[in-house]
Every structure is written in C-alpha cells, then in structure tokens.
C-alpha cells in the first residue's frame, strides 16, 4: 500500500498516549468497535509511525479502504473512459477442453432386455424350471410408462406414489399397440408434410420464416391428355407423401352433404376417377372397398380387440349363481381352503369361496347380518396364501378402523390407511377408504403391482350423491390382473350392475345372493304410552313376510281409544309425531315392556341428533344394569378416558355419557367426540348398552346386531323437506334386529306416539323395493387434471365407461353390425344420370325435409295454443296432410285431450270405394309416414273420382296442414253418432244420416269452387304471436313454400321415381351419420359439461389452449376437494401473509358442513380474509357460469362456512377444547370432524407451496398443522391400540 495511503489512514488512528509521557508507561488504547469500550495494547516504538496500524475495530473503527456500492456506481455511470477495459485479467476466461479418449469406452449400464419366467406344473403347481424371456419395455418407469413391467419407484412412494407418476393401465381398456400410436386419432388432423407445416412452434409468439413453395395442383392425378402435352411446363411428381394420405381422407362429418359412396380417397380425386370411367365407356361401376376401412377412425384401432369383443358381446357378463340347492360337494371342489372357520357355512358363502378359489370376481347381495364379512376374510386368507396383497375398502374412516380391529385380530398382518394415519403399510391386507385407493390408483402405487383382490364393502354407498363417483372412478382405474369382490345389501338391480362392472373390466362378474334373512324379521306397531298400556303392540307384518291389515285396524282402534272426546281427527290421519314431552313416558312403558319379554338390548333409530340427546337426557330414573355391569362399565370408561388430557376428561360430554353409560344408556350420533363414540360401539358389542340412541349412520358398518329395533320415527329431513323413510333405509336399520345364533326372530317397532302411519306408507316402506344402485357420475376438476396428465388415457373414456353409459354402450355391437349392414347398402345405391335431377334435387330434397319438420312444429304448436283449439272448434273446415290423405279437405267435428297430446275428430273427403277401409285405421299414430320425407309442391285439393265418399278419423295438431277461414254450420254430434252406428257390422250397409251428407256435400262443393286451396288463417295476426322466435318461424316456413316451384328436377318426367331414390339415398346417409354418433363420444351425456370445465380450467390458466396442465393445473391436483378456489388461493398469495393461525381458521370453511350455527366473533384480519374469499368463490363462480355450467352462484358461494372460523383460530392459539365448546353450538363431534379433516386440507396446500416453491407458505402450513394436531382432536382410535 503507498505511503500515502497509510497518511489518510492516519488519521483514523486513536492514540491516548503522549510521546513524552512522564510516567514511563508503553500502551495504547484500542477502541472495540461503535460501543465506547476500550483495551490496552502495548506500544510498537520501534514501527515508524508512518506504518502504525489503525487502532479500532468493526463496524465503524476499519477505515473506507473499499469503496462503497454507490460510489462504484456513480464512477462507473460518469467516468466511462476508466473503464478497465484492456484488463484481460478481470474477462472471462475459457478453459481449453482436454481430449479423453478413454471416456468413449465407459457406457452407462442400460436396463435388462429378458427376464426369468417360472414353469410349473398346471396341474399340481410344482416348479418345473425357469425360462428366459424377452421383457417388451426396458426403459419404461412410473414417469413414462403404464406398464405393470416398468421399473419400481422409490421406496418413499411405494404405498401412496406420486402425483408426477403415472397410473397403470385400467383393466378392460385395449393397450395401445404400435399401430394404435401411429395411427390418426379422431381428433387429430391429417398433417400435409408439404403444405401444412407450422413456421410458429404452439406457445411462441414468432417463428422462423420459410420459402414459399408453389402450391401443389388441386387435381394431383390427370388423365393423360393427347393434346398439347408438351405445353405442359410443370409436370406433377407423385410424392410418397401423396400415396401414404390417399387412404387417410374418410370425412364422415355429420354436414357433410357430398356423395355418399364410401370410397377412400379425396372426393375431387374420386369424381375424376368416375369422370374418367365414363368418357372410356367404362361405366359407373363402384369399387366396393373392405368395411374396416368405411367404418370410423376410432373403430379402426385395435381390429383384434375389437373382434374379440364382438365375440364377446353375446355373452352375460353377469352370471347369476344359484344359491337355492345346497352345495354337496363344496369340499370336493375346495379341497384344502385358505381359511375355515368353527360354524357351517351357508350356501352363498360356499358359492363365493367355490368362485375365488377358480380367481372369478364375485358380486355378493346378501341381507343385513348375513355374514358377507366371510367372502372378505377368504379373500384375505388367499392373499397371505399367495404371497399377494388385498385391499379392503370402506365409505367411511370409522368402519375403517374397525375393520382394522376386526381383521387384525384374525390374521395379524394387517395394516390401514386413513388420511392422517398409516400403520404397517407393508402389511398383506391395507384397509382403507375407498377415496385412498383412488388417490393410489391415479399415482401409480407399486402397491398396486402385488394386489390380488381389492373388497368394496357397502357398494350401495355408490348411491350417495356427493362421493358415488368415487367408487366408479376405482372399479374404472383398477388394472386388469386385480380381482374385485362387491358387498352389498339387497339391491333389486344386481345384475344391472355387474353387468356393468363385468362389461369395462372384460371379466365374467358371478352374482351370489341370498334368499332371506338368517333371521326372519317381525314389524309391530305401538301405541301405548304408560304402563297401563305398554300392552299395545300389534303384528302388521309376520316372519313370512305378509302384512296383517288385522294388526293394523287393532293398533288404530287402541288409538282410537284413548283419543280425547274433543279430538278434530283419529284414526290414520294426520300428523306423524307426538309432542316431544310425551317421549319419555313413551320409552319408559315399551322398555318396560321389552325388559319382561326379555327382548333387550334395544336400539332406538332416532333421525335427529337433538332428539336423541333429549330421549336421553330425559330418562334420569332408567337403570337398566347390574352392579357388576356397571363395575365392568366404570373400568372401561375410566381406562379408555385416560388417554385423554386431563382437562378433557371433565368435559360436559364425557361426563354426561359416562353417568348415561353406567346405566346402560348409550348415544351415537355425529355430534358425539369419536372416542365415545368408540367407547359406546365396543360396550354394545359386549352387551352392556341396553338402550341405544342412533341416528341413521349406527346402521352402516360393522356387525353389532341387537335383539330388537325401534323406530321414534318414520319420517326424515333430507336436507330439502321432510319425507318418510324410503324401503332401502328403512331395511337397512330394521335388519340390525336379531342376532344370529341367539334370536328366532327379529323384533321391529314403530312408535306410534302421534297418529297411526297409513296402510300404504308402512306396506311402501316394509315390503317395498329397495333402492336400485344408480350412477352418481359427475365430473370433477381433479378427474380431468389427472387424465389430461396421461396422454393414453382420456376423459371420455372415463365418461363411456361409467354407469351412467352403460344402458347406452352396451348396445354398441348392435350398432356396429347395423352400421356395416348400412354401409353395404350404401355402396349399392345407384347413380342418377338424369342432368335435371343431378342439379338441384339434393337440394329440393333438403327443403322438403325443412318445410315438412318446421310445418308439424308449428301445427302443433297452433293446436296447443289457446287460440289455435278456439279456432279449430266444430265447423271450421281444415285441408289435412297425411299420409292416406293428401290435400283433403275436412271438418273438424271435436276435440279432446283424453291422450298426452289434444287430437281432434275430423271428417274427411275421400273416394267411395276406399273409405271402408280407411275407417278401419287411425290417423293417431303417424309416425312411420312422419318418418319419410314426401315430396312438396303446390298441389290442388284433393277431389273424389266418381262418388263423393267420407271418413271420420282422430289427426294430432301436425296432421291439419292448413287451418282455413272458411266454416260451416253442421250437426257435428250426429255426425259423429252416425259414423260410430255405421262401424257396426249389422249397420255397415247403412247410407249416411242427412246431417253427414249435408256436411260432405258441402265439403265437396267448396273443393271444386276453390281447386287451388282455401285461404288460412294468419297465426301472427289471427293468434295474436308475440314471440320474435315463433314469428321468425313462421316467415321461414313462408320463405320455404315460395321456393318449391324454382326447383328444375320437378321437370324432370320421372320425378317422383328419382325422388325415391334421393330420399333413399339420403335415410341411408342420416342412418349412417345417427349410427356413427352413437358410436362417438359425441353422444356421451357429460361431454357439454367437460367442454364447459376444459374452458374454465383454460381459462383460469390450469390448462393451455393445447389442453397441457399449466403450474396451475400441478398444483390442483395435489388438492382433493375444492380445488379450484384453494389454488387460487395459494397463487394470488391470499394465505401467504397471514400467521399460521389465522390460515387455519379461514381454511375451515372448506370442511365445515352445518348449515346452522351461532355467528362467530372474528378479528378484523379474519374478516378481511373472510371477504377475500368469498369475493374469490363468487368470481370462480361467474367463470364457471359465463362458461356454460349450470350453477348458481349465490350457491357456489354460501357452499363455504365460516361457522367455525373463531373455533379453530382460538384451537390453534392454544385454547383448551372445553372452552372451545363455549364458543359455538355446533355439537362436539362435528367440531371434531371438522378439525380433523382441516389437517388434511393444510397438508395438501403445503403441497400446493412446495410445487410453487414458496416456502414461507410451506413452513406456515406445517405449523398450521402442527397446532391443531393435538389433545382429543386427534386422540388416537381406540380400534387401533
């Protein structure tokens, strides 16, 4: 550093100590940074001073010996031409690439081109040897494959996968082949490698400029010309490219008005072809070309599957399994079987286990209690056995954990997989919602790879409206080597929906179920309400099955009895419920009762969670156990209360329960905390719950029977209005009663606490039909973004293959062979060579079937139209078009409106000879003369040849072409008591009555003054239409009349045999197109709908133009409900500047369900967020809307509650749960509920943040869920310890 540098430094030094220091002492002061403090240090004489050091330290004690970024700016910016420019020391340097021969001989290793495959012996199952064979895919794995033979993932996804993964190919699909692949899809367009090439790659706002080349000839194939071949300056090359599309160009629009043979090629080259024939006096002679090529290009794939389908299509795929005889040599047949148990085993479970063993999929309808638990340990059993997985899935989290319990127990190596829980993950059997195995499916879980049986436990929960599709979207998903076993209740169309399952999974579906209940059931009805009259019970329907009117009449005479002398109504009238004060001495006679015929343990079905409580509440004097009982009670109470925190041991709940408990008492319902809930179900399957309060939601699930069943109710609130019980629910609660094995019989009462239910209701609800298992197929966002992910599997293959499509695509065979038969016929038509036909009657034909349409449209509409039936009363005279009577004239006698649609009663001019047999037919089912297009043209009245003759017949409104101003005055009755008199055989020989005649007579009259027609009236001035629409049509109609006489094909001499032939030819083609749409995805009912959704997600930019998932659309798919608003949340960085605690808070309204509850107290930063999203839901919604969909916004909206917004927030601070409850009245359990499924959605959308890469949003949502995750919230479940 120069001298004078270390000068300007120099003044920065800190020297305290004099040179000429009288003391002696060699020290200086150092100062220790900007804080004051100071230490000695010793002095360094012997340094010149001009050297000296400074004495301070950082941050301000070093001298500016760098200068700071300001001053480096501003030099540089003023003083250009310091810039160090020549200094090749500060440029960039290149290192020079040193040549390494042996590199080239280091080649990475690439997978395995064969694998070994077992021998054995079919017949034994001996290892016989192993032999080597080639794999197809090598270098396939989850990121690119569908294939079961691609490479396993990480050990990390090997149970849940991963949602940048690919699924494995559905079963019942065609895997596509090399030709597939090549091939042209539907939807795609022939590329012209010539002409069509894009210079501006998809996406880019500019490209690369190319060449123009001379746009090829429009006519690539010329006949050879003899004259002036040598001013041919630019001879046509045929390309390869032109040999390869020749074939490539079927059009089979549904516009498309060309000519119809089905020859490939390109129609211009196709009608120089057929020019070139002719002018060689070669003839029209028509190349009938191979039906795979005339069919459509989606039906041209796969030509060996598809054969194999037709083939199959004339099988069942549901096979009916008869479960009437016994099965005598089941132990023959299953000689050592996976599993026995200590009981003889019914018929149907014999047949089901007969079935697996030979790997059938199996489709068991049994009644409630039957024991279809059975056929699911068997398939348990066979996987262990097989060294294979199975996988158990349930509706809900609650029999899933149960089952865990259950299955664990029998066969220990089991495992389960909730939303927030995962044990023994690697177990032979998972058992886990049904929502888990779809999110598996969808990310390609290797686990998927070793399953051998997957179990759908309550498949008529498919019927549920808002998670149905979930059970369609797996059954669709599942690959093809997994077998399905289906239990369900009692469903009246089992073999509708195997059929459907066997129908997308290509594999025969055997139907097993049960003829009757184990243990027959009795319905009574009760209406005594005190011990004087706990005697009232009355049998209306016995073990067999037959209703007793005898027992009804007693029940409503007793009631009858006891009705008070001022009473406005008795008997079967009237309300349905008595007033809730009389509840209690109600229970308290009919226990009473049931206690002396020892008919307990009793479960009271109550379809309120309130009237539950309050039943309970209510009967404080009920003791229905022993002391040891409720020894036994307390010890289990006490132990299960321990795993909870102390302060949530004293919470109202749990006290009130335990007190209701020790005596017996028991109540479930959402509301209550799930582990009483579990508290209550395992101390009813011991038998020390006596009374059991439930709700509708106690019927589904495990095995827990009961000796008998009481209804408080028979009607329930559906979330619209209040109905009574439908046949399906009423089952599946009444079949909890008799317990198998212990009970005779079941016992079923319904409490007549108000007045007796009608006849009619009770045999609807008793003996009536279940519910049929219907398709709840919707799509959702999630389901596009998934699909769309995969470009082998497409959304409306999904959309074919659901249940809702199967009444129409089962039929598809049938249409193809009819579309073949079609195609046939259509290549014989023949060609019309008349120049005059050949130039407009395609078109005359066209305005024909225009005029005929919009004519029957509007007539009818007249005739329906208050006006238009005054105007056709008795006497107004009418021409009809029919197809037996052409331009007749006729009067109009009557009307009725006896059918769906009003006819009217005419009498019409027709020839003598023929009117006998004309009155013999009808006019009131025209559709097969509707169906044929006539042709139109302005045609005189029709006049009888020879003597007048008439007809009365009955014409719907299209049948009266034109409605005249003309009327006359006639008897219309007699007309008619004449006519029916005259139809009878010894009265057909009768001449007409005087008023008859006079009415034909002067029909006849007015048709020979008037040949050219009558005037009609005018519907706009005489009907008084406003519409715009129907006056529009009409001029139509007008403009269409004026135009039928400037046809030249209706000069043609043989008019109406061409036309014959033009209308053949024109049916064929609108069968063909009709035929092709059925086959297309054009006429799956959902496909307006995913149109609709394709523009929202665009839209919202999930997807772009091309349809390819954008960041957005990444994100989406990690979210499992409410996607879209949730997405937007994240990438508008609404969530991201609020704490954790208050994300938590506003994110509960996408979880809590209640529609009434106390409005909370919100901070103002929750209300703000609040407003933003709602002001976020309703803009998704107008998107939503503006682009088609059917949904209301104020809906969409309200469909997010903030009811517990305060509740969680205050949770997540800290807030001990039993001053939570204070907060709100919604019931513990569903705050419970709500909380538990909020950590889902926090997990979800810290996915949502990784995939962004915000991190701060990341961590917040960790802590979120971290916060909430604690104390009885997320008390472990008592099914699983």
């Not at 070793?450 to 059970?471: A, K, P």
């Not at 009473?567 to 308290?588: E, I």
């Amino acid at each position: 550093m120069a001298d004078a540098e270390w000068d300007k430094l120099e003044k920065y030094r800190l020297d305290l100590t004099p040179k000429d220091a009288s003391d002696g002492l060699d020290f200086t002061l150092l100062e220790l940074g900007s804080t004051g403090q100071v230490t000695a240090v010793p002095s360094r004489d012997h340094i010149p001073s001009s050297r000296l050091a400074p004495l301070s330290t950082l941050p301000n004690g070093l001298p500016p010996v760098l200068d700071d970024l300001q001053t480096k700016t501003l030099q540089f910016l003023n003083r250009p031409e310091k810039l160090p420019i020549h200094e090749v020391t500060k440029a960039q340097r290149f290192w020079p690439r040193t040549a390494d021969p042996h590199s080239l001989f280091e080649v990475s290793s690439c997978p395995l081109q064969t694998t070994l495959q077992v021998e054995r012996n079919q017949t034994t199952g001996q290892l016989m040897g192993f032999k080597e064979v080639r794999t197809a895919v090598t270098a396939s794995t989850a990121k690119n494959s569908l294939s079961l033979s691609r490479q396993p993932g990480p050990p990390t996804q090997s149970v849940r996968g991963s949602s940048t993964n690919f699924p494995f190919w559905p079963g019942g699909m065609d895997e596509p082949s090399e030709e597939t692949i090549y091939a042209r899809g539907e939807g795609e367009e022939e590329i012209d490698f010539e002409n069509d090439l894009l210079s501006t790659p998809p996406g880019l706002d500019q490209g690369m400029a190319f060449d123009l080349k001379p746009a090829a000839d429009s006519n690539p194939i010329q006949p050879p010309s003899t004259e002036n071949t040598s001013l041919r300056t630019v001879p046509h090359i045929l390309k390869l490219t032109d040999l390869m599309t020749i074939d490539d160009d079927d059009d089979y629009d549904d516009d498309d008005d060309g000519d119809l043979e089905l020859i490939d090629g390109d129609e211009e080259m196709k009608n120089e072809v057929e020019a070139e024939s002719t002018a060689r006096g070669e003839g029209n002679t028509e190349a009938v070309e191979s039906l795979d090529k005339m069919l459509p290009k989606e039906m041209v794939f796969a030509k060996h599957s598809r054969q194999a389908e037709a083939d199959s299509s004339k099988e069942q795929w549901a096979v009916n399994v008869d479960t009437s005889s016994p099965v005598d040599d089941f132990h023959k047949r299953v000689p050592a079987p996976a599993k026995e148990w200590p009981f003889e085993l019914d018929v149907f479970q014999k047949q089901a286990i007969i079935h697996m063993e030979e790997h059938d999929c199996v489709f068991v309808a049994a009644h409630t209690s039957a024991g279809k638990t059975v056929v699911a340990e068997y398939a348990i059993a066979l996987s262990l056995k097989h060294l294979t997985k199975t996988v158990y899935t349930s509706p809900i989290k609650a029999l899933s954990n149960q089952k865990f319990r259950d299955f664990r127990e029998t066969f220990g190596d089991v495992g389960l997989l909730t939303g927030d829980v995962q044990i023994k993950t690697d177990a032979s059997c998972l058992i886990m919602t049904t929502e888990i195995l779809r999110s598996m499916l969808y990310n390609g879980s290797d686990v998927i790879r070793d399953l051998e049986w997957v179990v759908f436990d309550e498949v008529h929960y498919i019927n549920d409206s808002e998670r149905g599709v979930v059970w369609e979207e797996v059954l669709i998903m599942l690959p093809a080597h997994v077998k399905i076993i289906l239990l369900s209740a009692t469903v009246p169309n089992t073999m509708q929906f195997a059929d459907w399952v066997g129908r997308i999974k290509r594999r025969k579906i055997y139907v097993i179920s049960t003829l009757k209940r184990p243990v027959p059931l009795e319905h009574f009805l009760y209406t005594g309400n005190s011990n004087k009259t706990n005697k009232e019970l009355f049998l209306i329907v016995d073990s067999t099955k037959k209703f007793l009117t005898s027992g009804y009449h007693k029940a409503v005479d007793a009631k009858k009895e006891r009705e008070s002398k001022s009473s406005a109504s008795f008997g079967a009238k009237g309300a349905r419920h008595g007033a809730p004060k009389g509840d209690k001495a109600v229970y308290l006679s009919i226990i009473e009762m049931l206690r002396k015929r020892e008919q307990l343990p009793l479960v009271a079905f109550t379809l309120s969670k309130k009237r539950c409580d309050e039943n309970a509440s209510a009967l404080t004097t009920l003791d229905l156990t022993t002391t040891n009982e409720k020894s036994e009670i307390h010890v289990f109470v006490q132990k299960c209360v321990e795993r909870l925190k102390g302060s949530d041991r004293m919470l109202p709940q749990v006290l009130h329960m335990r007190d209701l408990l020790k005596r017996g008492i028991g109540v479930h319902h959402s509301g209550v905390l799930p582990i009483l809930k579990e508290v209550i179900e395992l101390l009813f399957q011991r038998g020390l719950v006596k009374l059991l309060f439930a709700t509708e939601t106690f019927a589904m699930g495990v095995n827990m029977p009961t000796r008998t069943v009481v209804f408080d109710s028979i009607r329930k609130f559906d979330g619209s209005g209040m109905r009574n019980l439908l046949a399906g629910e009423y089952i599946q609660m009444a079949g909890r009663a008799g317990r198998r094995g212990l009970d005779t019989t079941g016992m079923v009462i319904i409490l007549c606490k108000g007045d007796v239910p009608e006849t009619s209701e009770l045999f609807k609800m008793m003996l009536g039909k279940p519910t049929q298992l219907e398709s709840r197929f919707r799509l959702t966002y999630t389901m596009i973004l998934n699909l769309l992910c995969v470009e082998e599997l497409r959304v409306e293959d999904m959309m074919r293959r659901s249940f809702s499509e199967s009444e129409t695509r089962k039929d598809t065979k049938v249409y193809e062979e009819k579309l073949r038969h079609v195609q046939e016929e259509m290549v014989h038509v023949k060609e019309l060579s008349c120049y005059l036909c050949n130039e407009d009657l395609e078109q005359y034909y066209e305005t024909c079937r225009q005029l005929q349409g919009l004519r029957m449209q509007l007539q009818k509409l007249i005739a329906s139209h208050p006006l238009g039936v005054k105007a056709l009363s008795g006497g107004r005279v009418v021409i009809v078009r029919t197809k037996k009577h052409r331009n007749a004239l006729g009067v109009v006698l009557s009307s009725s409106t006896a059918s769906k649609e009003r006819t009217f009663k005419v009498l019409v001019l027709c020839n003598q000879e023929t009117s006998p047999e004309i009155a013999k037919s009808t006019e009131t089912s025209p559709d097969t003369s509707r169906a044929r297009v006539e042709p139109l043209r302005k045609e005189v009245l029709f006049e009888p040849e020879g003597p007048c003759g008439h007809t009365v017949v009955d014409l719907l409104g299209e049948d009266i072409g034109v409605i005249t101003t003309v009327t006359i005055k006639i008897m219309c009755d007699r007309i008619v008591d004449d006519y029916k008199k005259r139809q009878i055989p010894r009265f057909r020989d009768n001449p007409p009555s005087q008023s008859t005649s006079v009415a034909t007579q002067e029909l006849l009259r007015i048709t020979e003054a008037n040949p050219q027609g009558l005037e009609a009236l005018d519907p706009i001035k005489d009907f008084h239409l406003r519409d715009l629409e129907l006056v529009e049509k009409f001029r139509e109609r007008d403009s269409l009349e004026s135009l039928l006489d400037k046809y030249s094909c209706l000069n043609c001499p043989t008019f109406l045999e061409h036309f014959d032939v033009m209308s053949h030819r024109m049916k064929l083609k609108e069968d063909f197109n009709h035929l092709r749409f059925l086959l297309s995805d054009q006429s799956l009912h959902l496909l307006p709908e995913y149109y609709q959704r394709i523009q929202v997600l665009q839209q919202l930019r999930f997807l772009d133009a091309s349809n390819t998932i954008q960041l957005k659309g990444r994100v989406a798919r990690e979210i499992s409900n409410h996607e879209l608003i949730i997405t937007e949340l994240v990438f508008q960085s609404i969530l991201t500047g609020l704490p954790p605690e208050e994300i938590a808070a506003l994110l509960s309204c996408m979880v809590f369900q209640e529609r009434r509850c106390s409005e909370p107290e919100l901070t103002p930063s929750l209300k703000q967020g609040v407003d933003k999203i709602k002001a976020e839901a309703k803009r998704l919604a107008e998107i939503q809307h503006e682009c088609g969909m059917n949904l209301s916004i104020t809906d969409f909206v309200d469909q997010f509650r903030f009811g517990l917004t305060q509740v969680v927030y205050e949770w997540a601070r800290g807030m001990p749960f039993s001053e939570i409850t204070n907060l709100t009245d919604v019931s513990e359990g569903i705050i419970v509920r709500t909380i538990q499924r909020l950590d889902e959605v926090c997990r979800d959308v810290r996915s949502a943040a990784r995939i962004v890469g915000d991190p701060s949003l990341f961590q917040k949502m960790d802590d979120a869920s971290q916060l909430i995750k604690r104390d009885i919230v997320f008390a472990a479940s008592l099914y699983t310890q």
